[in-house]
């Protein structure tokens, strides 16, 4: 409803300058009326000018690229390796692929196109369930001799907020078809915090958080933008018996589009908006990037968690 106030608005001032008008032109004859309805339509006109202007959206997409890795000899699905600050993903990840073979052994050899786009969504969800359960979060980081280490915790009051619950995602998942669907768990606080009034939603290669205040969309490719048939640790081609390339890695685009409604510029929660949708679209690539040593490579199973570069 809060999305169709622009509408209204110009819609209202139209026809109140059109009546004007129509007053005007019925007086024609008497110049006291003319000067004074001539008067306030021009500022109606110039208010209208500026209610459209301040109507305008703040949009702003930046984009980025997935690898992922099909090792089909194992029916693997993942990153061909994981950073060192990615472990939580590649647990959450090899595991949801482990536990969709074992219940349809022959899904990723059937559906390798479907399972691939569809594992991105899930690998998005768990990132937002593990590391952005709270819009609100901040991160401290902690140095120690071992190296640094984050850590976040819950500030928003769930009472105040939108709070999505495991079977809430489930149920997105379920609408949108995805394979994954009874395979994916939330892990740290159970649940996602989310700005109050958000609507959540999940379809075959988005996932979508709407708001009145703004619209916050991740959106993968359909179809890989480069696809390699070598092993990624190697650069070497190796064709199993049924002729089929053992691994292939795929590049998707993705992006993360933020729109910021203008006329809801006073939003008191505007700012913090703001800082969490620049979070989000760092985190997200931190996320998904890899950054490991290229030396050695050749000596580490695919899926395993390498020393960062």
């Known amino acids: 409803m809060t999305n169709c106030i622009p509408a209204i608005l110009v819609t209202a001032l139209s026809i109140s300058a059109g009546f004007a008008f129509w007053f005007m032109f019925q007086n024609r004859g008497n110049k006291e009326i003319i000067f004074a309805t001539t ?13 459209f202007l301040g109507f305008s959206e703040d949009k702003r997409s930046t984009s ?33 692929v482990r536990k969709l073979t074992e219940a349809q ?36 980081v902690l140095t120690t001799t071992w190296g640094n280490i984050t850590r976040k915790g819950r500030t928003s009051e769930p009472a105040k907020s939108e709070v999505l619950k495991e079977d809430d995602v489930k149920k997105a998942l379920a609408k949108a078809g995805n394979v994954f669907t009874e395979h994916f768990a ?62 292939s890695t795929y590049v998707y685009e993705a992006t993360v589009t933020t729109i910021l409604n203008k006329y809801r510029a006073g939003d008191v929660n505007r700012p ?13 690539r931190d996320w998904f990037e890899i950054r490991v040593r290229k030396k050695g490579l050749d000596k580490i199973p695919i899926g395993s968690v390498a020393a960062p570069d």
């Open 39 to 51: 008067t306030m339509t021009g500022a109606m006109i110039f208010y209208l000018l500026q209610v």
């Open 64 to 96: 980025f690229a997935i690898e992922i890795t099909v090792d089909r000899s194992t029916n693997f699905i993942g990153a061909h390796v994981y950073s060192l600050q990615q472990s939580m993903r590649a647990h959450a990840e090899v595991e949801a």
């Open 105 to 140: 052994p022959s899904l990723i050899e059937d559906q390798e196109e479907t399972v691939r786009r569809d594992f991105i969504i899930l690998s998005t969800l768990d990132w937002l369930a593990s590391e952005e359960f709270d819009w609100r979060s901040q991160s401290k």
């Open 186 to 247: 939330m892990r740290t606080f159970k649940e996602i915090i989310l700005p109050k009034g958000s609507e959540f939603r999940v379809a075959s290669n988005t996932v979508t958080i709407r708001h009145p205040v703004f619209d916050l969309k991740f959106e993968f490719g359909i179809s890989p933008e480069m696809i390699s048939n070598v092993d990624p640790r190697t650069d070497r081609m190796e064709v199993l018996p049924n002729g089929k390339p053992r691994f």
């Open 272 to 284: 913090l908006i703001e800082a969490w949708f620049t979070k989000l679209q760092t985190d997200i």
